[in-house]
């Protein structure tokens, strides 16, 4: 890996151990092997190699989570014993993962004052939509933009209410077979 990619790598590692606002420029130098100044050569600032590093790690939990589920759910299953395996691994990677999720809302918190992390989640939240229509329903991308398109926004509406949940108390975390129980309960 070239410097650049370094960076990404200690920023990412920095994500996870000590979250967005605790990281500094010299934690991310330290954990990648590259000089502070690397830093301001390859991204002109920390919270733009953050912000990347941000978005890089979300995708990679994008990634991880569709070829986990690929590989865990019966070609037949219905589209409720799919959203209950889907379900069980997303609650799976929140302890993984948990410095990244407090980071996502500390980030929103923070939103109005930051221009360019809007601008990035708004894309980042468009795309991650369609992955978890195809995830969570399985609707084959581009066959049905606005069936996609809604069915990602309540699946994205759903997670990120869940994990704000979760973060408060882990041990009040639904599993995927209560969240089906949950729906059907307020579909009849």
């Known amino acids: 890996m070239g410097n650049r990619e370094d960076l990404l790598a200690g920023a990412k590692r920095c994500l996870i151990e000590k979250g967005y606002s605790r990281t500094t420029a010299r934690d991310i130098a330290n954990a990648s092997g590259v000089s502070l100044a690397g830093i301001g050569y390859h ?3 920390k919270e733009a190699l953050m912000n990347e590093a941000l978005f890089e790690a979300m995708q990679e939990w994008g990634e991880q989570l569709a070829a986990t589920l690929s590989a ?3 070609p037949d299953a219905t589209p409720l014993e799919r959203f209950e395996a889907a379900w069980d691994r997303v609650v799976e990677s929140f302890a993984r993962l948990r410095p990244l999720w407090v980071t996502q809302f500390e980030l929103l918190g923070q939103i109005d004052h930051m221009p360019d992390v809007r601008e990035q989640l708004v894309r980042g939240t468009k795309e991650g939509r369609l992955g978890l229509a ?10 049905d933009p606005e069936r996609e398109r809604l069915t990602g926004t309540f699946y994205q509406a759903m997670l990120a209410g869940f994990l704000s949940q979760w973060l408060l108390d882990p041990d009040s975390a639904l599993s995927g077979r209560e969240v089906v129980a949950a729906l059907r309960m307020i579909a009849s």
């Open 72 to 74: 865990d759910v019966k």
């Open 134 to 143: 195809e995830l969570f329903g399985g609707i084959e991308p581009g066959s």
């Open 43 to 45: 991204f002109k600032s």
